[in-house]
Nanobody, 115 residues
Framework: QVQLVESGGGLVQPGGSLRLSCVAS???????MGWYRQAPGKQRELVAY???????TVVDSVQGLFTISRDGAKNTIYLQMAMMKPAATAVYSC??????????WGQGTQVPLST
């Protein structure tokens, strides 16, 4: 079992920055954790992920703007978002893949951009 709790969402001005956090708890060892987002009227898409060796992958659309990091001692991953554009408006969800092959999701946190 894994529980994921996201925080840090909220209204952002275009061009602004925001940092999301996701705390993992439970008894399963993690293989990787990451962030997905779902914009209004669109399918959920991968944003970034980090594995248990701290290797990171960020999708091309936010490369150089978004950074994913991990604090292993706190079982927490972060998504630092900079120079945010209106297209970044979405519900951002944390996900975790365990060594056992399971996949878990957080509830999601809303990140609306002001117009």
């Amino acid at each position: 079992q894994v529980q994921l709790v996201e925080s840090g969402g909220g209204l952002v001005q275009p061009g602004g920055s925001l940092r999301l956090s996701c705390v993992a708890s439970g008894t399963s060892a993690m293989r990787s954790m990451g962030w997905y987002r779902q914009a209004p009227g669109k399918q959920r898409e991968l944003v970034a992920y980090i594995d248990n060796r701290d290797m990171t992958t960020v999708v091309d659309s936010v490369q150089g703007l978004f950074t994913i990091s991990r604090d292993g001692a706190k079982n927490t991953i972060y998504l630092q978002m900079a120079m945010m554009k209106p297209a970044a408006t979405a519900v951002y969800s944390c996900a975790a893949a365990t060594l056992a092959g399971d996949y878990w999701w957080g509830q999601g946190t809303q990140v609306p951009l002001s117009t």
